[in-house]
C-alpha cells in the first residue's frame, strides 16, 4: 500500500507587482510504507515548499495529499500533525524554549489528542520519558524540569526528534534539520535519525544540502528544481550513484535552463 500520495500538487505565491511565482508545480509523488526519502536540490527549487504542503502550513492552488487512504487537503495543520512529525532546520522552532524537557515531552505525546485532555506529567511518563533521553547518551536524562532554552542546538534538535517521533507518525518530515548543527554535532543527530526511522520503520523525507548524506542515507533520492521532481532513483542505480553523478545531474538541469532562456530570448 502506497502511505503518501502527492497528486499533481501546485503552489503558487504571489510575489508582488501582480506577478506570481509557481513554488511547487504540478508535482506527483508516490512514497510507499516505510520507505525512506532524501530530497535535494538547489535554493529556491520548492523542496521547503513541499513539505510545507505536506504538512498543511500552506494549502495547495491544486493537487490532493493522501496519506494512509486519507485524503488531507483541506485538513488544517493541527488537524495533521497528529499523523506527521516534523524537524525544521532551526532548533528554536520545534520544541518550546520556556517550557522545562518534561512539558516539551508530554506536549509532543499529547499531540493530536484534545487540548482539554491534557494533564500534568505522570511517574509513568516521567520514566518513558528518561529512557527515551538516555538513548542520546547526552545527559538530558538527568535534566528533565530544566528549561529547553539552556540546552545546545544539537540538544534541542535531538529532542525536537524525539518529540517529532514519540507517538510514531505516519510520516516524518524533516527539513534540513542538521543544517544549524557543525559537522560532529551533525553526525551524532543524522545518526540519531537513521536509528529512529529504523527502529520505528518510519516513512519519512529529509530535505539536505549534504549530496553525501543523500546518497547514503534512506533508500530513495529525488532532486527538485524549478518546483518539479528532475531526478528520483532508488535501487541499485542509487547504489552505483556517486556525489559527482549528483553534481553532474544539477549541472544538467541548469544546464537547460539556461538553454531555455535562451530559447525565451530569441
Ligand atoms: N511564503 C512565501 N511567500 C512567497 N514566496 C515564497 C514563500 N515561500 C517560498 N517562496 C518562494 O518559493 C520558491 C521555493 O521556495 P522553497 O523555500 O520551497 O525552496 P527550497 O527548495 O526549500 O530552498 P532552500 O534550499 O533555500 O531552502 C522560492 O522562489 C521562494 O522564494
Ligand atoms: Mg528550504
Redesign the pocket.
Known amino acids: 500500500m502506497a502511505m503518501l500520495t502527492v497528486g499533481n500538487l501546485t503552489k503558487r505565491?504571489?510575489?508582488g507587482g501582480g506577478s506570481t511565482?509557481v513554488?511547487?508545480d504540478n508535482v506527483s509523488l508516490t512514497v510507499e510504507t516505510g520507505q525512506f526519502v532524501t530530497v535535494i536540490?538547489?535554493?529556491?527549487?520548492?523542496?521547503?515548499?513541499?513539505l510545507?504542503l505536506i504538512a498543511g502550513r500552506h494549502l495547495p492552488d491544486e493537487g490532493r495529499i493522501v496519506l494512509d487512504g486519507v485524503d488531507m487537503t483541506d485538513w488544517s495543520e493541527h488537524r495533521r500533525a497528529a499523523y506527521i512529525g516534523r524537524v525544521f532546520q532551526d532548533p528554536l522552532q520545534g520544541t518550546a524554549a520556556s517550557m522545562t524537557i518534561e512539558e516539551n515531552l508530554s506536549m509532543a505525546a499529547a499531540r493530536g489528542r484534545r487540548r482539554g485532555l491534557r494533564r500534568g506529567v505522570t511517574a509513568e511518563q516521567r520514566q518513558r520519558f528518561r529512557e527515551l533521553l538516555a538513548q542520546l547518551e547526552l545527559g538530558l536524562e538527568d535534566r528533565l524540569r530544566s528549561d529547553v532554552g539552556l540546552l545546545s542546538g544539537g540538544q534541542r534538535q535531538s529532542l525536537s526528534l524525539i518529540m517529532a517521533t514519540l507517538t510514531k507518525p505516519s510520516l516524518l518530515l524533516l527539513d534540513?534539520h542538521t543544517a544549524a548543527l557543525d559537522p560532529k554535532t551533525a553526525r551524532q543527530v543524522l545518526e540519531l535519525t537513521e536509528r529512529i526511522v529504523s527502529q520505528h520503520r518510519l516513512t519519512t523525507l529529509m530535505?539536505t544540502?549534504n549530496m553525501e548524506h543523500a546518497l547514503r542515507m534512506g533508500d530513495r533520492t529525488i532532486m527538485?528544481h524549478e518546483?518539479t521532481i528532475v531526478l528520483d532513483v532508488s535501487g541499485p542505480e542509487r547504489n552505483d550513484m556517486t556525489v559527482q553523478d549528483l553534481l553532474d545531474e544539477f549541472s544538467r538541469v541548469r544546464g537547460h535552463k539556461v538553454l531555455d532562456d535562451r530559447l525565451l530570448l530569441a
Open positions: 505565491f504571489s510575489v511565482k513554488a511547487v536540490g538547489s535554493n529556491g527549487a520548492g523542496k521547503s515548499t513541499l510545507n534540513e530535505v544540502h527538485m518546483g
